[in-house]
């Protein structure tokens, strides 16, 4: 089974290219962000909603593999899909496309804690049925 | 009558220098921020310090004539002087300097506020007294 | 006389946050670039058009006036209209807006620069022809 | 046989850190890319005497994982070593420490690159020796 990743484009900025012409590395891992921001509020309204609700996302691990550069006034598509969904985790595989092409790929890794107590907490369903569209692997049981 | 600047050194980063090889135009105003921060540690012990006091700062205004450009690898020294201190404001004089050449200069004007609510209040004695070695212009008296 | 301001459009990122909760100080900075891109791009096909015939700019001086904080996800609009042109120098008045609150104000000075040898160069008259539609005040007559 | 990984102290920046008060994901990555600028001065003279000689860098992979936040202000280490030298590419070990704590760690591979065309080439013999004391795995042959 497969679905399609949620998508959303962006510019790339002067201020983000390096002496080399090309997007500075750890961009693109704000670009991630960028897009796991625009997927959130496709799928229950955004990071905003999520917070008022008393939850909060803090990053475990990411990673990127870097097959070409993008450079100053591109036009890139930012792709994201759940690829996992744990009980307090959820895994993003993301790509950067200028066009058909394949820029850089990755994964990141979020764990869902208490806005206020930074502690983890188990996914809330609204959470699972908003990114459900976009979910390649939804855990069918999960810990008491 | 004229006081030596606060002086800090760093480093120019390779993330901060665009694709003319030179240092992009913000990162000067976000060197300023550091010049602020180490001369607040050498004032009275730090940001740190201030915010355990319930006090903060918000930025009001800012300033920048860029003169030369750094580029990668440069050491930089970042000199901050207090030129004002009023009621409430606390205006810098910012200058970057590449050994003897000059870079950046500029001015940035600061409101003292509570932290909370981040409503102006009273600049405290302790930040005037800590500042007072690197200010010029120190008000004689302050409005009731 | 007036001239609408050219607009575009933006969304504060997160990482362009700080602990305060709004958009630390120097990305405002680089949103006044941003404007002058997306300007460019409507004046005469983009900073990429003007490079390709041989032009460049480089920042001269920089105004900021902060009124009001951005904070994640704010929808904002960059405003930017051409103040002064004169014979190397572009003049640019920028707005920050959040609807119709004004958040920041602020001015840049730009040069116009050979892309070779960043030596100022006259401003050739395919960008004052192009920037005419958001220029306030065209100087009549240039130095020989 | 292990080797002591190479260090190099910065602070923490305001600018840095996000709502949540902790440095934002990408600064991190930003951050092992200051610890191969230092460990490139330390091994052969820096960036710039590689570069001087046509050579230059690009990233093919990172990978991150993170452990506990640093906040603003905070003093840290960051920590790297060679964990493998190929006949085109180089893998770093890096670790970010405060104190004693381990806040993140993760990998960089580099291909080593001609300056000029941006074309992979054989890693040059001082860049080999020059990295010698920080490296775990010297690869006993390469291609010819």
New interface residues.
Partial sequence: MTVEPFGHPIRV???E?????AV????Y??YF??AM?ELWRAAFG???VMMGRGI?L?????????RA?AR??DELTLEVSVTRMGSTAITTDHRIRRGNELLVEGTLRHVVVMLET?AKTPIPDWIREGLAPWTLVQEAEQPA
Same sequence: chains 1, 2, 3, 4.
């Fill in positions: 900025r002067y201020a290219c390096d002496p080399q012409g500075f590395n750890s961009h891992l704000a962000d960028i921001t955004g990071y905003g909060d803090v990053v475990a691990e990411a990673q990127l593999r870097f550069s100053f006034d930074l």
